[in-house]
């Protein structure tokens, strides 16, 4: 069964920290990279930071120096920790694996509010 199961967002302030998981079923996982996108309100999605599974990571410019992508392969999670939170932060954070399809499962996310 296809899950993808985002958690660990929530309010906080700017200049703040939050550290984001993902559970995702093995057919997912599986895939050689896994990525954390996000879409804030009135935007598309976008990828924020990638990571294959021998490890090499990529990132956005906006997020870069500030988010930390990780995978435990073992337990099938993907984790991001984000400090220095930003208020062009907030959105709705999912994880999924990269590239996506058009027709490609989604999790529900998980809601990061930054405030000013």
């Known amino acids: 069964q296809v899950h993808l199961v985002e958690s660990g967002g929530g309010l906080v302030q700017a200049g703040g920290s939050l550290r984001l998981s993902c559970e995702a079923s093995g057919s997912i996982f599986s895939s050689n990279v896994m990525g954390w996108y996000r879409q804030a309100p009135g935007k598309e999605r976008e990828l924020v930071a990638s990571?294959?599974?021998?490890?090499?990571?990529n990132y956005a410019e906006s997020v870069k120096g500030r988010f930390t992508i990780s995978r435990d392969n073992a337990y099938n999670i993907v984790y991001l920790q984000m400090n220095s939170l930003k208020p062009e932060d907030t959105a709705v954070y999912y994880c999924?694996?990269?590239?996506?399809?058009?027709?490609?499962?989604w999790g529900e996310g998980t809601l990061v509010t930054v405030a000013s």
């Open positions: 990571i294959f599974r021998g490890g090499e990571r």
């Open positions: 999924n694996k990269w590239p996506v399809r058009a027709m490609d499962y």
